[in-house]
């Protein structure tokens, strides 16, 4: 058994996790390093789900009965959890959405529906990075091209991290928004948040951060980003799907336009005019991911029983280990920093002329699940020449002998095709 430092007591951990005792394939046991997709989902989790539905399901806020007012109290009890996890200064600054996407785009149709200042049109400027996600690209070319705004973004150097060797002429005057990631699905690189913050003050520029494969694991203080914006998703932190999150500066939301329309988020309503209803509600039309929301209350009370330091301090020593051991195989190239320093818990590789695809579908016959494309982030496969990668993603769950499974079921793969 390999033991590294600051490791979790995983065995204990798995237990919690029913799906990681499956078998696949004819009796294989499942190597699960597919996180940066989906994470799984703890008992804790699971049993909150099936607790609501059987207990207290109803409709949440305008009800008198006891299941709405029991709902309701589980639903802002789930907005309470995410605020303090975040270190939000309001609770009315938490903003449920159905995923990062939806959160992202929230933003995008805020701003090009503002009034001044925030208003972005043909006089200004939006600004991403070449490694985006592609929710964090395609929602600013609509915008860019339904108003005219003239869309910029940071390229990468040949180890995966942005080039900010030209901040000043990408981010101007004219720039209304900055929105990147903190930390890169696809090539795991973490990026240097304060350095990009600091620029968009200087111009009063808006800052959104896309934290989807950051808050599952690490801390995220929205405070300490100094960020307008924040989001991301609860499926890859232990959440169920169908919740996602968005914080917004209070000031911003109380000022800025509702984007969807429709009952909860309005305070009047006649047929020749509407009132809306203050921030978070304003920007939640409809019946809310209700059941959703209670499941990823479940799953932050389990991370924090854990802690995000020492989740951290798990990936770390992990991805430090995976690294060194993927390292070793030959024909394989790391896309991405190839180092455990300022990166996260995915790395994406080629292996020699083998296809992505066919590395994948060798290694699941082995019982290893990884993920295999462009991974919603095709810019970077440009940029680096390759059409694909394949890419294994570790959790608080993941185990050193994973990894060396990963590596063995890869040396099959350059047996298989000779």
């Not at 938490?94 to 503002?114: D, H, Q």
């Not at 990026?191 to 951060?209: F, H, T, Y």
């Not at 169920?240 to 309503?269: A, C, K, N, S, Y």
């Not at 990823?296 to 020492?310: P, W």
């Amino acid at each position: 058994m390999t033991l590294l430092p600051g490791l979790l007591d995983t065995e204990a951990i798995r237990k919690d996790f029913p799906i990681l005792d499956r078998q696949v394939h004819e009796g294989r046991k499942l190597v699960y390093l597919d996180n940066a997709a989906t994470s799984q989902k703890p008992r804790q989790v699971l049993d909150a789900l099936s607790e609501y539905y059987e207990r207290y399901n109803a409709n949440v806020h305008r009800g008198v009965h006891v299941l709405a007012e029991e709902a309701t109290a589980l639903y802002e009890g789930a907005r309470d959890k995410v605020a303090e996890f975040i270190n939000a200064p309001s609770r009315d600054e938490v903003i449920f959405t159905k995923n990062a996407s939806e959160s992202l785009n929230l933003v995008a149709n805020m701003l090009g529906w503002a009034d001044e200042p925030y208003r972005v049109d043909s006089e200004t400027e939006i600004v991403i990075t070449e490694m985006e996600h592609h929710s964090n690209i395609v929602p600013w070319q609509l915008l860019a091209q339904r108003t005219g705004a003239k869309l910029k973004w940071f390229g990468l150097t040949d180890d995966g991290r942005l080039d900010l060797s030209n901040i000043e002429e990408v981010i101007t005057e004219k720039t209304k928004i900055v929105s990147f990631v903190l930390v890169s699905n696809i090539l795991g690189t973490q990026n240097p948040v304060e350095a990009i913050v600091r620029r968009a003050q200087e111009v009063g520029a808006l800052v959104c951060v896309d934290a989807s494969q950051a808050a599952p694991h690490m801390p995220l203080d929205v405070q300490a980003l100094q960020a307008d914006f924040v989001a991301f998703t609860g499926h890859k932190m232990c959440g169920p799907t169908g919740i996602g999150v968005l914080w917004g500066r209070q000031e911003l939301l109380e000022d800025l336009p509702p984007f969807l329309g429709g009952g909860e988020m309005i305070e009047t309503v006649s047929m020749h005019s509407s009132t809306y209803a203050p921030a978070p509600h304003k920007f939640e039309a409809g019946t809310p991911p209700i059941a959703q929301a209670v499941g990823l209350g479940a799953a932050i009370d389990y991370l924090n029983s854990i802690g995000m330091d020492k989740i951290l301090a798990h990936e770390h020593a992990l991805t430090e280990y995976a690294v060194k051991r993927l390292l070793e195989v030959p024909d394989l190239r790391i896309i991405g920093p190839t180092t455990a320093e300022d990166r996260g818990a995915a790395i994406s590789f080629t292996l020699g002329d083998i296809h992505p695809h066919d590395v994948g579908q060798v290694l699941d016959e082995q019982g290893i699940a990884v993920r295999v494309g462009h991974h919603c982030a095709r810019p970077v496969c440009l940029r680096y020449g390759i059409p694909a990668t394949t890419r294994a993603s570790f959790y608080l769950y993941s185990t050193p002998a994973e990894i060396d499974a990963l590596v063995d079921g890869l040396e099959h793969v350059r047996n298989f095709f000779g």
